[in-house]
C-alpha cells in the first residue's frame, strides 16, 4: 500500500523523469532524492557490522579475511562491502527501476563467516567461492524464468502476509540494533537495560521515533530523514557533553548505557582513502578439494534458499510499500529485479564480501517517499562516497538510523487488511507466515512455514488441484531446508 503522506507532487521534467517514470508514479526529483539518503542511513550500519562478522573469525586454516592471524582488515573490508553495494545499487536502479538497494545479507555474511569458512582445511577464498556458485545458479534460475514463476504461483494473501511479516520483522530489527529490545534475564528478551529505558542511546532512539512519527502524523515532507538528521546531531551533541561511550570499553567491559554501535563524535579526518585489494579474493572450486561435493552442494542449496525468498519476500514488501504491484502482488520488470540479485550474489562473492542481496530497509526509502530506482541509484552513490568518506557515515549511530526501520514497520503492518481472515485456509498460513518472520529473527523461515502450511491445508481440505506445482516444490525444498542441520549430521558431511 503506497504511502501517499510523504510524497511530493510536483514533477521534474526532461530526461531523467522518463527515463525513471518519475511523475508517472506520481513522485519527485526530491522525493527521489531523500528516499535514496533515508535508504542509505538506515542500512549504512552494514558497511560497520560486515566486517565485524567477517573479519574476526578465522578460516580452516586460521587466517583472517584479508590476511593475517592477529589483527582484523576492518577497513578493506568496510571499503569492499562499500563498493559493491554501491555498484549494485545504482545497476537496480537502472536496470530494474526499482527502489531497492543491495548490499551484504545480513545471517548470510554469518552462515558464511560461522558455517563454511570456518570448516577444517577451508579457506576464505573457498567460502567466497561457493557463494559466487550460489549466484550463478540463482541466477540461472532466473534466466530459465524458473524464480520468476515461483514468484507468480505465490497466492495474493500469502505475498500480503510476507509484507506484513516483514514490516514486524524490521520494526523488530530496528528496536534490538537500537538496544531497545535486549535479551532478558529470565525472559527471552526484554524492554532497554533491566526492563528500563536507562541510558542516553536509549533516549536518542526514542526521540527519533517520535520525531519521525510528530512529523509524519503532521504531514511533513521528508519526515523520516528529518528524524535521522535531528537524532543524529542530538547524539552528537550528548556524546561531546557526556562522553557515553560504546556499548565495549577501551579496557573491554561491558558498558550496557552505550552506544550499540558507532560512537556519534566529530571525526578527526573526513576523507579516508580506501583499500580495494579484497576484490577477486575467491576460489571458485577450491571447497571441492577440502570439504566434498555433498558439503558443498548442501551448503549452495542453503544459500541459495534464504537468497531465493529472503529477495522475494523484500521485492513484495517494498513493491507494496510504493504501490507497485497489481491486483495479483506482481511487480513490473520482477525478472530484471531478480536478474540484478542474483549477479549481486556473485559479485558478494567475487568481491570478498559474502552475497549481496535486496535490502529490506530500502522500504524506509519508500516510506519517505521513493517509487523509482532513481532512489537506487541516490543510495549507491552514497555507498561509493562512503568508500571515501567513512568517517561521516560512522557519526550516525544505530539509535539515530534505526527509528526509521520502527515507523516503516507500521507502514507496511497496515497491509493486514488485505487477508480475509475468515477464510482459515489462507488466513492460518498467513498468520504464521507473519508472526514466525519476527519471532526466528528469519524473513525465510517465515515464508516457509506459510508455504508449507498452505499446502498441508489444501491437502486436508480436498484441493490438492488447488496447489500450484511450484508452491509443491516450493513446500519440498522447504522442508529440506529446515531440517538441513540433521540431514548433514546424517549423512556425515558436517
Do not use: C
Not at 180 to 186: I, K, N, T
Not at 398 to 418: D, I, K, N, R, Y
Not at 454 to 480: C, D, E, S, T, Y
Amino acid at each position: 500500500m503506497a504511502n501517499s503522506t510523504t510524497r511530493d507532487t510536483a514533477a521534474p521534467a526532461g530526461a531523467l523523469d522518463r527515463f525513471f517514470k518519475i511523475s508517472e508514479r506520481g513522485s519527485s526529483l526530491t522525493s527521489e532524492i531523500r528516499g535514496g539518503l533515508v535508504t542509505f542511513f538506515a542500512m549504512s550500519y552494514i558497511i560497520v557490522l560486515n566486517p565485524i562478522i567477517l573479519g574476526n573469525v578465522q578460516d580452516g586454516t586460521g587466517q583472517l579475511l584479508g590476511g593475517g592471524t592477529d589483527e582484523p582488515n576492518i577497513t578493506m573490508i568496510a571499503a569492499a562491502t562499500a563498493l559493491i553495494a554501491g555498484v549494485l545499487s545504482i545497476i537496480m536502479g537502472l536496470v530494474a527501476n526499482f527502489p531497492l538497494a543491495l548490499a551484504a545479507g545480513m545471517g548470510l555474511n554469518a552462515v558464511v563467516a560461522y558455517s563454511i569458512a570456518s570448516l577444517p582445511e577451508m579457506t576464505w577464498a573457498d567460502a567466497m567461492g561457493i557463494v559466487v556458485l550460489e549466484g550463478i545458479i540463482i541466477l540461472l534460475l532466473v534466466l530459465t524464468g524458473f524464480r520468476e514463476a515461483v514468484f507468480r504461483a505465490v497466492p495474493p494473501e500469502l505475498k500480503v502476509a510476507i509484507s506484513v511479516g516483514i514490516g514486524l520483522f524490521i520494526a523488530f530489527v530496528g528496536m534490538v540494533d537500537a538496544g531497545f529490545v535486549r535479551p532478558g534475564s529470565g525472559t527471552p528478551v526484554e524492554l532497554g537495560v533491566a526492563g528500563s529505558v536507562a541510558g542516553w542511546p536509549l533516549l536518542v532512539f526514542v526521540f527519533g521515533v517520535l520525531t519521525a512519527i510528530v512529523l509524519m502524523v503532521r504531514k511533513v515532507k521528508g519526515a523520516i530523514l528529518i528524524s535521522i538528521i535531528a537524532s543524529t546531531v542530538v547524539a552528537v551533541i550528548i556524546e561531546a557533553v557526556a562522553k557515553v561511550g560504546g556499548m565495549v570499553g577501551a579496557d573491554g567491559v561491558l558498558n550496557s548505557h552505550g552506544w550499540k554501535l558507532n560512537v556519534p563524535q566529530l571525526p578527526d579526518s573526513v576523507i579516508d582513502w580506501p583499500d580495494f585489494s579484497l576484490l577477486g579474493q575467491f576460489s571458485l572450486f577450491g571447497s571441492f578439494e577440502k570439504i566434498g561435493a555433498v558439503a558443498v552442494i548442501l551448503l549452495v542449496f542453503s544459500l541459495l534458499l534464504a537468497d531465493f525468498f529472503d529477495t522475494m519476500g523484500t521485492m513484495v514488501a517494498v513493491g507494496s510499500e510504493a504501490g507497485l504491484v497489481d491486483k495479483d502482488g506482481n511487480i513490473p520488470k520482477t525478472r530484471q529485479i531478480l536478474v540484478v540479485d542474483s549477479v549481486a550474489a556473485i559479485a558478494g562473492g567475487a568481491g570478498g564480501v559474502s552475497s549481496n542481496t535486496g535490502y529490506v530497509e530500502s522500504a524506509a526509502g519508500v516510506g519517505d517517499g521513493a517509487r523509482t530506482g532513481l532512489a537506487s541509484v541516490v543510495t549507491g552513490v552514497a555507498f561509493l562516497l562512503a568508500t571515501l568518506f567513512a568517517p561521516l557515515v560512522e557519526m550516525v549511530p544505530s539509535e539515530a538510523a534505526t527509528p526509521a526501520l520502527v515507523v516503516v514497520g507500521f507502514l507496511m503492518v497496515m497491509q493486514v487488511t488485505g487477508i480475509d481472515w475468515k477464510n482459515m485456509e489462507l488466513a492460518i498460513p498467513a498468520f504464521l507466515t507473519i508472526v514466525v518472520m519476527p519471532f526466528t529473527f528469519s524473513i525465510t523461515a517465515g515464508i516457509g512455514a506459510g508455504f508449507i502450511t498452505f499446502v498441508v491445508i489444501r491437502i486436508a481440505v480436498g484441493k490438492v488441484r488447488q496447489v500450484h506445482p511450484l508452491m509443491w516444490i516450493a513446500a519440498v525444498l522447504f522442508v529440506l531446508y529446515f531440517v538441513r542441520g540433521p540431514l548433514g549430521d546424517a549423512l556425515g558431511v558436517f
